[in-house]
């Protein structure tokens, strides 16, 4: 029998996707309120169970599930970043009457499914997890099957998404040809340093695991499904895809690295530096000429994912410390971003247009103040807390010796600020055409507000997190 | 002697089957083909000594998967043949990327070296062949060592339901279902009307 406490959050998440979907069956109404309710209760119950877990390093199911430092602190974020999502995206699909009892269900289950990746010790529970939050997420993206848009963006994302797979599978039996093992810690000891550089094989089979997975975190070249996808979506589906499947794929992309071809980091450094540099390129210039902010917001967030693999191109504690400091941050920054987008509506309709915020500081001054602080935020334009995190990883990547990368990167964080500011402009300096209508709703209220505090509240107090983010990226080196 | 040249025509087969699949004109001859593959792959696994997995190949590749390929080529009206336009003149393109994939791979793969210990690592898990039979490996192996994986997979068999549930079922209005208790509680007073014809009159 093995020891179920460690994954106990996972089972329980598990057995409250399988409650959610009873309740939708039997109630025979096809509202999401009662199974949205439900879902986020799930994640609160799911957090404090992972709470209680402990940051020691402890793995169960024969090796195949880890639990750490790490875990914790990525699942909470995860668990955070779900829960506001399925509060910020009833009240949107109710409004456009796509309200289906199944959302919250396969949002629960795509959870689980990163929670599960965020804990993989072995490349079978890795793709195991991986494939059941890429499912959910293929349905959530097509989710609106009336509308075309949304279609073509499931099926894009569907396929693409399938072909990754396929190359992570590709490079995974390549490394267990060469090993003869798909567990971390057996990897870990065969790639332990003094056996040289390895075979060339097993150097193309982590080039293809590498691919996938930056597939999964949108990172250039592999991003090409982003916008697309983001923008035929629904917009409460992009915000869940903007945060937590990021997150979750990172710390999963992050993992494996470091954990089983940590020894190896001089042969994979290179790769990683390249994506880095070229998502945080990409990101900044494809940006500039966006007119559709969703489209806008996901060029924003491949740069994002540039900026964080700074910190997986260092690969030390260090490094780590500053993307789990970066991806708290911008959890915030983006969940706050997409309650003002979903709050875009012009009589019932619901608008995309950058130039449709235009005077939002005279018709709701509030909203544009949460807006401006974001954006200054994702520009990371200090004191407020993006520039923090940015400084992290910079600091990071200097002190390991890239000072290339890290110069690159402030220059495309310059870049992109330009966009940023854009909007701030638009808000602030155009004439309002129309205004939004109003009210918001308490619930996207409430989060805007929690996230402009968080955003600003870092700057003043940040030992809480960065001591957090510390210890959690210690667990992975072993320390 | 006998086993290799066994080997050889299980596998000589399965490739020709596989071309076949491709290469046939009717839809329905390809899925034909198709299960000519899988039971001759059956039989590659007989030879492996893995004669569960040879069983549950035939058993829901042949009688589940193919049978439902058939019904969804007979049943379904599309013009297969539409699909396949252009195919020969993709076919040197594809054949020059082919050979160039499969001279790189070469390349890297000619000098495959193994871990120092990759075989004792991979056999490690697996029970003791001689002492069980290949069912009981496999379930011993399955619903203990890969009891989270065995999980994890049914929770992703869940969602692919849930998703195809989700995105084709549509309940459409006017549409007239049996209610059986609707049907049972019918009694004859409700439908029945006796009336009296008089002869030549009509009603």
């Given at each position: 029998m093995p020891n179920l406490m460690p994954a106990l959050p996972e089972i329980f998440l598990a057995c409250a996707a399988m409650a959610i979907l009873m309740l939708g069956v039997f109630r025979k109404k096809d509202d999401m309120r009662a199974t949205a309710t439900l879902a986020v209760v799930a994640f609160a119950v799911t957090a404090l169970l992972v709470s209680g877990l402990g940051s020691e390093r402890t793995t169960t199911f024969g090796g195949m599930f880890v639990i750490d430092g790490f875990a914790v602190f990525m699942k909470t974020l995860v668990l955070v970043a779900s829960g506001l999502a399925v509060v910020m995206s009833v009240g949107f699909l109710e409004r456009e009457e796509?309200?289906?009892?199944?959302?919250?269900?396969?949002?629960?289950?795509?959870?689980?499914?990163?929670?599960?990746?965020?804990?993989?010790?072995?490349?079978?529970?890795?793709?195991?997890?991986?494939?059941?939050?890429?499912?959910?997420?293929?349905?959530?993206?097509?989710?609106?099957?009336?509308?075309?848009?949304?279609?073509?963006?499931?099926?894009?994302?569907?396929?693409?998404?399938?072909l990754a797979s396929g190359m992570l599978l590709y490079g995974a039996s390549l490394i267990y040809g060469f090993a003869g093992s798909t567990d971390f810690e057996v990897l870990a000891r065969t790639f332990a340093g003094g056996h040289g550089a390895p075979h060339a094989g097993v150097i193309v089979g982590i080039v293809f695991v590498v691919a996938g997975l930056a597939f999964k975190v949108s990172a250039v070249p592999f991003h090409m499904w982003t916008p697309d996808v983001y923008e035929g979506a629904p917009t409460p589906v992009t915000a869940f895809f903007s945060v937590a499947p990021k997150i979750a794929a990172f710390a999963l992309f992050v993992r494996v690295m470091v954990g089983p071809f940590g020894d190896l980091a001089d042969q994979w450094r290179q790769v990683i530096v390249f994506i880095s540099l070229a998502s945080m390129i990409l990101g900044a210039f494809a940006a500039i000429n966006q007119t559709n902010i969703k489209r806008l917001m996901a060029?924003?967030?491949?740069?994002?994912?540039?900026?964080?693999?700074?910190?997986?191109?260092?690969?030390?504690?260090?490094?780590?410390?500053?993307?789990?400091?970066?991806?708290?941050?911008?959890?915030?920054?983006?969940?706050?971003?997409?309650?003002?987008?979903?709050?875009?509506?012009?009589?019932?309709?619901?608008?995309?247009?950058?130039?449709?915020?235009?005077?939002?500081?005279?018709?709701?001054?509030?909203?544009?103040?949460?807006?401006?602080?974001?954006?200054?935020?994702?520009?990371?334009?200090?004191?407020?807390?993006?520039?923090?995190?940015?400084?992290?990883?910079?600091?990071?990547?200097?002190?390991?010796?890239?000072?290339?990368?890290?110069?690159?990167?402030?220059?495309?964080?310059?870049?992109?600020?330009?966009?940023?500011?854009?909007?701030?402009?638009?808000?602030?300096?155009?004439?309002?055409?129309?205004?939004?209508?109003?009210p918001i709703g308490r619930a996207m209220g409430a989060i805007l507000a929690v996230s402009a505090i968080v955003i600003v509240a870092f700057t003043v107090v940040p030992s809480p997190l960065v001591t957090e983010a510390e210890a959690a990226a210690s667990t992975l080196f072993g320390e | 002697m006998i086993q290799a040249l066994v080997f050889y025509?299980?596998?000589?087969?399965?490739?020709?089957?596989?071309?076949?699949?491709?290469?046939?004109?009717?839809?329905?001859?390809?899925?034909?083909?198709?299960?000519?593959?899988?039971?001759?792959?059956?039989?590659?696994?007989?030879?492996?000594?893995?004669?569960?997995?040879?069983?549950?190949?035939?058993?829901?590749?042949?009688?589940?998967?193919?049978?439902?390929?058939?019904?969804v080529v007979m049943m379904l009206d599309i013009n297969f043949l539409r699909f396949r336009e252009g195919f020969l003149q993709y076919l040197p393109t594809g054949a020059l990327v082919g050979l160039v994939l499969l001279v790189e791979l070469a390349l890297v793969f000619g000098t495959w070296t193994f871990a120092p210990d990759a075989a004792s690592v991979s056999?490690?898990?697996?029970?003791?062949?001689?002492?069980?039979?290949?069912?009981?490996?496999?379930?011993?192996?399955?619903?203990?060592?890969?009891?989270?994986?065995?999980?994890?997979?049914?929770?992703?068999?869940?969602?692919?339901?849930?998703?195809?549930?989700?995105?084709?079922?549509?309940?459409?209005?006017?549409?007239?279902?049996?209610?059986?208790?609707?049907?049972?509680?019918?009694?004859?007073?409700?439908?029945?009307?006796?009336?009296?014809?008089?002869?030549?009159?009509?009603?």
């Open positions: 796509i309200d289906r009892f199944e959302y919250p269900a396969l949002m629960v289950l795509a959870t689980l499914g990163m929670m599960m990746m965020i804990s993989a010790n072995n490349l079978m529970s890795l793709y195991l997890g991986l494939e059941l939050q890429s499912l959910s997420l293929y349905v959530m993206a097509a989710y609106q099957r009336d509308s075309v848009r949304a279609s073509e963006a499931g099926l894009k994302y569907f396929v693409l998404g399938a060029y924003s967030s491949i740069g994002h994912v540039g900026y964080g693999l700074i910190g997986l191109a260092v690969g030390n504690a260090a490094g780590i410390r500053g993307v789990l400091i970066y991806f708290a941050i911008y959890l915030f920054m983006n969940i706050g971003a997409f309650a003002v987008i979903l709050s875009m509506r012009q009589k019932g309709r619901m608008v995309e247009g950058i130039e449709d915020l235009a005077g939002l500081s005279k018709t709701s001054p509030m909203m544009a103040l949460a807006m401006a602080i974001f954006m200054f935020s994702m520009a990371g334009i200090p004191p407020l807390a993006g520039f923090w995190g940015k400084f992290y990883v910079f600091m990071a990547a200097i002190d390991a010796g890239l000072v290339t990368l890290a110069v690159i990167g402030v220059l495309a964080s310059v870049v992109s600020a330009f966009y940023y500011l854009r909007i701030i402009k638009v808000m602030y300096f155009d004439e309002p055409v129309e205004s939004f209508d109003r | 025509m299980f596998a000589a087969i399965a490739v020709a089957g596989g071309v076949m699949v491709i290469s046939a004109r009717n839809p329905v001859h390809s899925v034909l083909f198709l299960i000519l593959v899988f039971f001759n792959a059956a039989g590659l696994f007989l030879l492996l000594g893995a004669e569960f997995l040879a069983m549950v190949l035939v058993v829901v590749y042949v009688g589940a998967v193919a049978v439902l390929f058939l019904f056999a490690a898990p697996a029970p003791d062949v001689a002492a069980v039979s290949n069912t009981e490996a496999l379930g011993r192996l399955i619903y203990t060592d890969y009891f989270y994986l065995f999980q994890a997979a049914g929770m992703v068999l869940l969602v692919a339901m849930v998703g195809a549930i989700l995105l084709t079922l549509r309940s459409r209005p006017g549409v007239r279902k049996q209610d059986i208790a609707r049907q049972l509680a019918r009694r004859k007073e409700d439908t029945l009307e006796v009336r009296k014809v008089p002869s030549g009159g009509g009603i």
